[in-house]
C-alpha cells in the first residue's frame, strides 16, 4: 500500500469522478485491476485514494482531482476519524495564517520530521490565540505524523483560498456528512439574532460604545452565533462536547473578526454551562444562545437553590427557562439576550410563574415568532426571545413587543426549510423592532394586523401569561376587506374564462403509435441536449424542487459554498427543460424569460436541448408520460428517484416536434390557468368564512 495511507469509500470514489454509486459498483464487478480493498467492511469496503485517483485516470475517469475534494478525502480517510483530523487541520491552518514564516520552514522537512516539530509552534500559537484552559489541546507527534500529508494538502488549500474558507470548507462538508450530530443555526437566523442584539443597549447609547463589545453564547455549538457579530472585543463560549468546542474554537479563531491588537479576546470552554459555568462572575453586553430544547437532566435538583433563578426555580420539563436565567445572570445591567426557544415556552402553564415575573421586571421585552423551517427541528415555528438586564436607573418597561412572521403571507415570505426567505423575514422583524427600541419612547408604535404588536404588560399578566404572537395579534382584515374580496372573486371570474377558452378540444381517436424511441442519455451524448444537476449554489434567487411542483416564481435562497461545493452555480436559460429528482409525479417545467437567470436549485434535473435538434416543448412534454416516469423511476423504502437519462422521447422531424410542442405548450397554459384559480378560490373562501365570522362582511 503507497505511504498515503488515506482511504476512500465508494462514496468518495463516485463523488471523485462525478457519477453515482452505481456506477462504481459496476467498474468493481466489470474491470478486474479495479483497487482492491484495503479496510472497511465487506458491504462498505474503502479503498487507497492513490490506487484509485491513478486508476480513474489509466481509464480516462479523472482528469485531475479538485485540490478541496484530495484534502476532504485525506479528511474523510484519516485512521483516527474525520474529527480527530478536522482538529489537527484546523490547528495547522492557524499556524499557517499567524505565522507563514514558521509553517514554511516546518514543512521544509520530512513528514516524520514535521509530525515531530509541529507540536512546540502549535502549542505557542493556541497559546497566543486561546490562552489558558483552552479547549484545543496540542496534538502530540505520534498523534500528528498520520496527519501530515492532510496538513500539507490544507496548507496548499489556504494559499489557494485562504485560511478560514478552506477551514469553513471541511467544517461544512464534515457537518453535512453527519447532520444529526450538530444542532445547526442556519447563518440568516444567526445573523437576525445578532442584529436584534445590536441595537439593544441603552447603556451603551448612553456611554456612546459602539458595536457589540463583550458576547458569550453560553451553547455555541458551531459556532454560528458568535460568527455572527460584527466588530466585538471578546468572545465567550462554551460548549458540552470536547470535540464539538474544540473544533468551534479554531473556527472562531479563523473567523475575520481583527487582527493583531484590533482581534477580539477569545475564550472557548467545555462543559455543560447550567452544572458547571466555565465564566462564574462574568458580565457581558451580549448574550446569544440556541440550547438545547426539551431536556429533562438539565440539573434541576441539584441546583435547586442556585442563585440564578431570580425570576423563579424552573420545573423539571421548563430547561429553557433555566437557560433564559443563565443569560440573564451574565448580563451587565441594560445588556441583551437573544435566545432560540421553542413556542411551547411562550405558553406551557409550568412556566408562567416565571414568563410573570419577567414581565413585570421588564426583562422580556420581545417575542419573535418565525416561520416553520426556520431552524432544527424544522417542522415547529420558533420563537425569538429578547431579553434585557434590568437597569436600576430605568422604570420597567410597560410593554411586550410581539411579532409573527410564521405566516409567510404576512411576513411575505414563503416559508419551509430551504425555502425561508431571510431578507424578508429580516425586515419584517426588524422593521417592528427598531421603532419599539428606542430609548425614552413616547410615542406608541404602529400596530401592524397580523404581524406586530406592541401590548401593554398587564394585559398578559393572567392565568396563563399566554406569550405566543398569534394570541395577541389583531388578525389582518379578512381579504383584504370586501373591497379586496370583490376584486378576488373579479379575478377568479377572469381565470375560470381564460381557462375555459385554454381548454383543450375533444381528443381525436387515433391507433397506439410505434415510433422510434431514444433516450435522454443518447441524446446527452449525440449533443442533442446537455444534461445537469443543481447545487444551489451561487447568488440571486434558486429555483427549488417546491417551485417546479407549484409552478411558482424561484424562490430559494443560495446555499452557502463550504456547504455546496460540487462546481459552479448553475444559471437557468429560457427554453431549459427542469425535471425533479425526487416524487413520484409527472413533472416538467420548460423555462420561460421570467425565470431566466435563477440558480437551478438541489434535486432538480436540467436538460438544455439544442433548438436546432430538439424542441423544449415537445420534450418537455413526452418526459411527462406516466408511463416515461414509471420506467425510469427507482424505488426506496421512503421516495422515489427519477434517473432523466432513462427517460424517453420519439424520433420526429423538428417540424413534427413543433407542432407537438404547440399542443404541450397549450396545456401547460391550460394547467396554469386551473392552478390559478385554484388559489384565487381558495382565497376567496377562506377570506369570505374569515370576513363572516370577524363581521367585516355580512350576509346578504
Known amino acids: 500500500m503507497p505511504d498515503d495511507s488515506t482511504e476512500v469509500t465508494a462514496a468518495g470514489i463516485a463523488r471523485l469522478a462525478g457519477v453515482g ?23 462498505s469496503p474503502s479503498f487507497a485514494l492513490p490506487e484509485v485517483e491513478q486508476w480513474l485516470r489509466d481509464q480516462g475517469k479523472l482528469a485531475e482531482v ?36 514558521a509553517w514554511l520552514e516546518i514543512t521544509a522537512v520530512s513528514d516524520a520530521r514535521m509530525a515531530g ?38 496548507a496548499d488549500l489556504a494559499a489557494e483560498a485562504g485560511a478560514r474558507q478552506a477551514f469553513d470548507f471541511l467544517f461544512g462538508r464534515q457537518v453535512d456528512a453527519n447532520p444529526r450530530q450538530y444542532t445547526l443555526t442556519p447563518p440568516g437566523l444567526a445573523e437576525l439574532m445578532a442584529e436584534l442584539a445590536e441595537p439593544a443597549r441603552d447603556a451603551a447609547r448612553r456611554s456612546g460604545r459602539r458595536g457589540s463589545r463583550t458576547v458569550l453564547d453560553p451553547a455555541a455549538g458551531t459556532g454560528a452565533l458568535l460568527c455572527a457579530v460584527g466588530r466585538p472585543t471578546a468572545l465567550y463560549a462554551q460548549e458540552a462536547d470536547p470535540d464539538l468546542a474544540a473544533l468551534t474554537a479554531l473556527r472562531l479563531a479563523l473567523h475575520p473578526t481583527g487582527s493583531g491588537t484590533d482581534r477580539p479576546t477569545l475564550a472557548v470552554r467545555t462543559g455543560d454551562t447550567l452544572r458547571a459555568d466555565a465564566f462564574p462572575g462574568l458580565t457581558v453586553d451580549t448574550v446569544l444562545c440556541h440550547p438545547p430544547f426539551n431536556e429533562r437532566n438539565w440539573g434541576h435538583d441539584e441546583l435547586a437553590y442556585d442563585p440564578r433563578w431570580e425570576y423563579g426555580f424552573p420545573a423539571r420539563t421548563e430547561s429553557e427557562l433555566a437557560w433564559v436565567q443563565h443569560a440573564l445572570a451574565h448580563l451587565r445591567e441594560g445588556g441583551t439576550a437573544v435566545v432560540l426557544m421553542p413556542p411551547a415556552a411562550a405558553s406551557r402553564r409550568s ?16 417575542v419573535v415568532a418565525l416561520p416553520a423551517g426556520a431552524a432544527p427541528p424544522y417542522g415547529i415555528p420558533l420563537h425569538i426571545w429578547v431579553l434585557r438586564k434590568p437597569d436600576a436607573e430605568q422604570p420597567p418597561a410597560p410593554e411586550l413587543l410581539l411579532v409573527d412572521t410564521s ?64 394570541r395577541h395579534l389583531p388578525p389582518p382584515a379578512a381579504g383584504g376587506g370586501a373591497a379586496e374580496l ?50 444551489g449554489t451561487g447568488t440571486g434567487p434558486v429555483l427549488t424542487e417546491h417551485d417546479v411542483l407549484a409552478g411558482t416564481a424561484p424562490s430559494g435562497t443560495p446555499a452557502p459554498p463550504a456547504a455546496s461545493p460540487e462546481g459552479e452555480p448553475l444559471l437557468l436559460e429560457a427554453g431549459d427543460v427542469i425535471v425533479p429528482v425526487l416524487g413520484g409525479g409527472s413533472v416538467a417545467r420548460v423555462v ?43 424505488y426506496a423504502s421512503t421516495a422515489t428517484r427519477l434517473d432523466a437519462r432513462r427517460l424517453q422521447v420519439p424520433r420526429l422531424p423538428l417540424a413534427e416536434q413543433r407542432r407537438y410542442g404547440e399542443q404541450f405548450s397549450a396545456l401547460a397554459a391550460f394547467e396554469e390557468a386551473l392552478r390559478t384559480a385554484g388559489q384565487l378560490g381558495g382565497q376567496l373562501v377562506q377570506g369570505m368564512y374569515d370576513g363572516l365570522t370577524d363581521g367585516t362582511v355580512v350576509p346578504k
Not at 485540490?67 to 479528511?75: A, I, K
Not at 406608541?444 to 398569534?470: F, H, K, M, N
Open 66 to 101: 479538485p485540490l478541496r475534494e484530495r484534502v476532504w478525502q485525506h479528511l474523510a480517510g484519516h485512521p483516527d476519524g474525520t474529527v480527530t483530523a478536522l482538529v489537527h487541520a484546523g490547528c495547522a491552518l492557524l499556524l499557517v495564517r499567524d505565522r507563514p514564516t
Open 117 to 154: 516539530v509541529l507540536p512546540a509552534a502549535l502549542d505557542h500559537v493556541l497559546d497566543d490565540r486561546f490562552g489558558p484552559g483552552r479547549a484545543v489541546p496540542t496534538p502530540t507527534a505520534a498523534a500528528l505524523l498520520p496527519s501530515v500529508p492532510l496538513l500539507r494538502a490544507a
Open 486 to 535: 370583490a376584486r378576488v372573486r373579479e379575478r377568479l371570474d377572469d381565470t375560470l374564462k381564460l381557462a375555459a377558452r385554454l381548454a383543450p378540444p375533444p381528443a381525436a381517436p387515433g391507433a397506439p403509435a410505434r415510433r422510434p424511441f431514444t433516450t435522454v442519455a443518447e441524446l446527452a451524448r449525440a449533443g442533442a441536449l446537455h444534461l445537469r444537476t443543481g447545487t
Open 407 to 470: 405566516d409567510p403571507e404576512a411576513a411575505g415570505a414563503p416559508s419551509g426549510r430551504d425555502r425561508l426567505d431571510w431578507p424578508a423575514v429580516r425586515r419584517a422583524v426588524l422593521d417592528a423592532w427598531a421603532p419599539f427600541d428606542v430609548p425614552g419612547r413616547r410615542e406608541p408604535v404602529e400596530e401592524r394586523p397580523g404581524t406586530s404588536r406592541a401590548v401593554p404588560v398587564i394585559e398578559l399578566l393572567d392565568d396563563d401569561v399566554d406569550l405566543a404572537p398569534a
Open 592 to 634: 420561460d424569460e421570467a425565470t431566466a437567470g435563477a440558480v437551478l436549485g438541489r434535486n432538480l434535473q436540467l436538460l438544455r436541448p439544442d433548438p436546432a435538434a430538439l424542441d423544449p416543448w415537445f420534450l418537455a412534454g413526452f418526459l411527462r408520460g406516466t408511463a416515461n416516469h414509471r420506467q425510469a423511476s427507482s
Open 351 to 366: 412556566g408562567r410563574r416565571i414568563r410573570a415575573d419577567l414581565l413585570r421586571r421588564g426583562a422580556l421585552r420581545a
Open 21 to 43: 454509486r452505481a456506477a462504481v459498483s459496476n467498474w468493481r464487478r466489470r474491470h478486474a485491476d479495479f483497487p482492491k480493498p484495503v479496510g472497511g467492511t465487506e458491504t
